[in-house]
């Protein structure tokens, strides 16, 4: 079956530092790639999406990401982090013409002062 | 503003009674998805539709219902409400399209509906 691992259930980071969320799925064929941000007590909103040509993707609020297909993975970054990033972050893959979202567990970011 | 509306941001019910969470979308989508989020257990799915009346067993759907007779509405039943249904819910849409493109907006979310069974 396939699938999307987030590797980190919890990152704690220092406001001003640099993040990487890690995000890796189960096949490489014909994906579309998503990320998405929860504020507390609120829905998912999306932050970026990869569907065709370049490999690194840029998004909402500094956020960007990179395919790499030979890798299967699809790892979230910024590089200086706010208060304000503090939430929890979802990845989600689509496989070819299947509509369906798979999505990773989550991972929470929480940025100290 | 296109959005997913859910009609209660919190609800609290009773062990044994139905409960009704309703979900309405006014992007014309044909896809409509009704997830139950519980902490370290992510999104999971309960059960979605592509279409009018039709509907699709997600991962798990014990102890769930689902109803849709209008396009922009999708209403997702708990027969016998219990206390291991307390959860979070989240009700999201997205287009059925040819082109990658018009897919690739992914899925709307609604702002969730958390459900307290006593």
């Known amino acids: 079956a396939q699938s999307v691992t987030q590797l980190d259930s919890q990152v704690p980071v220092f406001e001003e530092a640099p993040v990487e969320l890690r995000c890796n799925y189960s096949?490489?064929?014909?994906?579309?790639l998503f990320w998405y941000v929860q504020y507390p007590n609120q829905g998912l909103q999306l932050l970026l999406k990869?569907?065709?040509?370049?490999?690194l993707v840029k998004g909402i609020n500094g956020f960007e990401a990179e395919f790499n297909k030979s890798q299967t993975s699809f790892h979230l970054r910024k590089p200086s982090v706010h208060i304000s990033d503090t939430a929890e972050y979802f990845c989600?893959?689509?496989?070819?013409?299947?509509?369906?979202?798979?999505f990773g567990k989550g991972t929470l970011l929480t940025v100290n002062p | 503003d296109v959005k997913v509306t859910q009609s209660s941001r919190y609800l609290v019910k009773r062990t044994g009674e139905k409960v009704f969470l309703e979900c309405v979308q006014d992007?014309?989508?044909?896809?409509m998805f009704w997830y139950r989020q519980d902490p370290g257990l992510g999104l999971r799915l309960i059960y979605f539709?592509?279409?009018?009346?039709?509907?699709e067993k997600g991962d798990i759907p014990e102890g769930y219902s689902v109803s849709r007779e209008k396009k922009e509405r999708f209403s997702l039943i708990l027969e016998s409400a219990s206390t291991n249904q307390t959860s979070m819910y989240l009700c999201?849409?997205?287009?059925?399209?040819?082109?990658?493109?018009?897919?690739?907006?992914?899925?709307?979310f609604g702002s969730g509906t958390r459900l307290t069974v006593v």
């Open positions: 999201a849409s997205s287009s059925y399209r040819r082109s990658v493109e018009e897919r690739g907006y992914g899925y709307t």
């Open positions: 096949s490489s064929v014909s994906v579309y």
């Open positions: 990869y569907l065709s040509g370049s490999t």
């Open positions: 989600a893959v689509s496989w070819g013409s299947n509509y369906k979202l798979t």
């Open positions: 992007m014309d989508h044909e896809n």
């Open positions: 539709s592509y279409d009018v009346k039709m509907k």
